[in-house]
Structure formats: C-alpha cells, structure tokens
C-alpha cells in the first residue's frame, strides 16, 4: 500500500539523519519529553484516584450511605407530629414501620436504627472519649461496611454476650487503654442520679467481644459499637422503641444524595436526611480540587515538550526552504506543505503518548503488585500507594496530549506554506 505523497515526505524529513542531526535529536528530546508527561499524568491520577476511592469506601463503611434523622432527637418522632404542621395529629409509629416506609423508597436497599452517644471508657491504661453508636444486630452485616475490618473476636459474639454486654472498639484505642479481646472495661454514660450530693454518673461494666482497624485514625482511636438494646439501657432508656437515626444503603452510593431526599420528602416533617456526599462535601471538594491542581503541574510537562515541538519543526522548515521551494514548484499545493509538517508534529505526539500510556501504566501495575513504596503507618489510612485507574482519566490524558502536540505545529507548517518559491530559490 503506497503512503499519502504528505505522510511519505514527512516521514522522510523526520527519520533522515544525514543532514539534520540536530533537528532529529530535538524531535527525539521532544518525543521523550511528551512519554514522561503523559507516563507521569497517569500515574498522578491513579494514585489520586486510589487515595479518594479508599477514603470513600471507609467513610462509607463506617457511616452507611445516608442517615434519616428527625428533628425532635428521636425516630420514630413523637406521635402527635405529622408531617404537615397545620394538619390533623399522626398516630404513634414504630420504628419497624417507618423503616418499611423508608424501604419502599425506589433504591433504597437496607435502614438499620442506630442510636449515637458520647460518653467516656476506662482500661487499665486510663480513660478516653468514645463515640458510641447502638446498632441492631440483624440488618449491620448489611449496612455497615466496617465489620468486614474486624482484626480479632467476633461481630457475632456482640449480642450473645454473657453477664456483662458485650462492646466492639478499634484497636487503636484498645491500645491505648491497655485491653483486647475478652478484657472488661468500664463506660462512664452522661446519664446518671441526682441526689443531695450532686449528678452522679452511671457507670456500666461491658467487655471487648472484638477489635477492628479501618486504617482511619479517627475511627479507630474514638469508636465502639454496642448493641440497640445495649445502648437504650446505657442512656437509662431500656424499655422503648426508639433510635437516634436510621442508616440507609441505597444501590448507587453516587446517588445517595438524591435518593436521601427523597426519603426526606416522602416522610415530610421533621424528618431530615442527610447523605455521606453532603456530610463529606468539603473533603472530597478539597481532593477534587488538589486533583485537578496535580494534573495542572503534571500537564506542563507535555506543555514544555510541545515547545520542543515548534522548536524542531520551525528549524527544519529553515533547513529544508529550498526543498520546499522545490516540491511546491513541481505542483505541490500549500495546504500539501502544511500538512506534511503538521503530520510531523502529530507523529512525534502519537509516538509520545503511546509510549507514555505504556510506561506509565506499566509503572501503575509495578505499583499494584509490589507495593514497593510504603507509606508512614498511622499518617495514612493506607501503608502503600493505592492506584485506580479510570477510562475517563486515561481517554482526557491521551486526547490533551495529542490536541498540544497538534496545536505546536500549526505555527511552522503555516510559515512553511506560506513560502514564497521564487524568493526561496533566489536566496539559495
């Protein structure tokens, strides 16, 4: 199959060396320099991406996807509130009913009641806040991500606890108090008696039944689940079907923001949702941005070897005047002469990023395999570098690169088109 009389000549004044040595070392510079930015663009990515995915995944984990809370501090909400203000009163609800209500809702896929409180817990070691959250046993495997990360004990062993009930903290904050699985610990709850000699707080015996480690210092250091029924009991509640909240898992976790409110909405007054996205928007907000900043400095690079582009072409149009001069007085148009250098600059940006797509996503499968670079324990929810790598990303880096190399060349093949032949020829 015979080439295009453009690509031919433009492949000829690339590859020959006799002449233009120069000229093909700075076409070689720029074409090493486009594969090192585009190599360093899909890395950059798919360590951002890695690092946000991880961080969504333990936030979802620990926190479901969604919260359905209600504005009087308890749900079910009092049975003389309706959902319009001005209307008729409602009738008391169970909780098991309102979760049914909510699982009517289209992509909803679970709720489990969960009751939040913030007490103190004491070991052999000392005291500690603990966020502490009732959970139901039956429908947790189902919401909570976070009993996947158990290290040691039994998520079963929460609710046949015997004697004393039974409490699941992180191992960093077990450290931290001097007890693992089986110890006893003490759980200084807000609640309490008044008597002439002031509040005195109750004090509740409960014993670690497992340790989990989601590799987030927050969680791990401040975290305990006990059971719903547990909990009722901690706050002096026992007898009464009441929670905090319920924690919804919904079929698309990037539309939970969406399918949130229209929980919200269906149960109306006062009942409020809020989703892991609205809860975590300034965080993600803030990766997205430091994302979008890393490709900014990463993409320069592609930016400096397109330069290099516009450097070599526009030195080998000042090379090769008289054999332009020569085609274009045997016929050759000036669209022709354009295009053979812009093929050129367009040759050097495919062959660079192809080589960058291969570098770089070799390096990236080098990351994931051997995870030779380790990160600081405890700073970092992981201890190496996590690497995703999304369509969307690699098609925007192949096209950006391949668009700059293109948009160097339109300068040196306008000025070899717009050559006079005459002038040229007489020059030389």
Avoid at 48 to 69: E, Q, S, W
Wanted: hydrophobic share 50%; aromatic share 6%.
């Amino acid at each position: 199959m015979l080439l295009r009389f453009e690509l031919f000549v433009a492949l000829r004044y690339l590859l020959g060396r006799r002449k233009q040595t120069f000229v093909s070392v700075i076409s070689l510079i720029s074409t090493i320099g486009v594969t090192i930015g585009v190599a360093a663009l899909i890395i950059v990515m798919g360590i951002i991406n890695g690092f946000t995915t991880d961080l969504r995944d333990k936030i979802i984990g620990v926190n479901a996807h969604a919260m359905l809370m209600s504005s009087t501090g308890a749900v079910p909400a009092a049975p003389f509130a309706s959902a319009n203000p001005d209307g008729p009163p409602r009738d008391a609800e169970s909780l098991e009913s309102l979760r049914n209500r909510i699982l009517d809702t289209p992509g909803v896929t679970n709720a489990m009641p969960f009751i939040y409180s913030e007490l103190m817990i004491s070991g052999p070691r000392g005291a500690k806040g603990l966020i502490l959250r009732g959970i139901e046993m039956k429908s947790a495997p189902g919401v909570l991500g976070m009993i996947k990360h158990i290290t040691r004990g039994s998520f079963a062993d929460l609710g046949a606890a015997i004697g004393s009930p039974g409490i699941i903290i992180g191992q960093t904050l077990a450290s931290r108090i001097g007890v693992t699985v089986g110890s006893r610990v003490n759980l200084l709850t807000p609640t309490g008696d008044t008597s002439a000699a002031g509040f005195t707080p109750r004090v509740k015996n409960a014993r670690v039944v497992a340790l989990f480690a989601t590799g987030m210092e927050l969680y791990d250091s401040s975290l305990g689940l006990v059971s719903l029924e547990t909990a009722r009991d901690l706050l002096g509640r026992p007898n009464g079907d009441w929670a905090t909240g319920l924690e919804l898992t919904v079929d698309d976790a990037d539309k939970a923001d969406r399918i949130a409110e229209e929980v919200g909405q269906g149960l109306g007054h006062p009942y409020y949702t809020r989703s892991w996205i609205e809860m975590n928007e300034s965080l993600f907000a803030a990766l997205k941005l430091e994302k979008l900043g890393m490709a900014i400095m990463v993409t320069l690079i592609i930016l400096v070897a397109s330069f290099s582009i516009v450097t070599a072409l526009v030195m080998l149009v000042m090379e090769k005047t008289r054999d332009i001069a020569i085609l274009m007085s045997m016929g050759a148009r000036a669209a022709s002469i354009r295009r053979i250098f812009m093929l050129q600059g367009l040759i050097i940006g495919l062959v660079g990023t192809a080589s960058g797509f291969g570098l770089g996503l070799a390096i990236c499968e080098l990351l994931k395999r051997y995870q030779f670079i380790k990160l600081p324990p405890g700073v970092y929810s992981l201890d190496y570098l996590p690497i995703l790598l999304q369509w969307g990303d690699l098609t925007l880096i192949a096209a950006g690169s391949v668009i700059l190399c293109f948009l160097a060349t339109l300068y040196p093949a306008g000025q070899a088109a717009s050559l006079n032949p005459v002038d040229a020829l007489r020059h030389e």
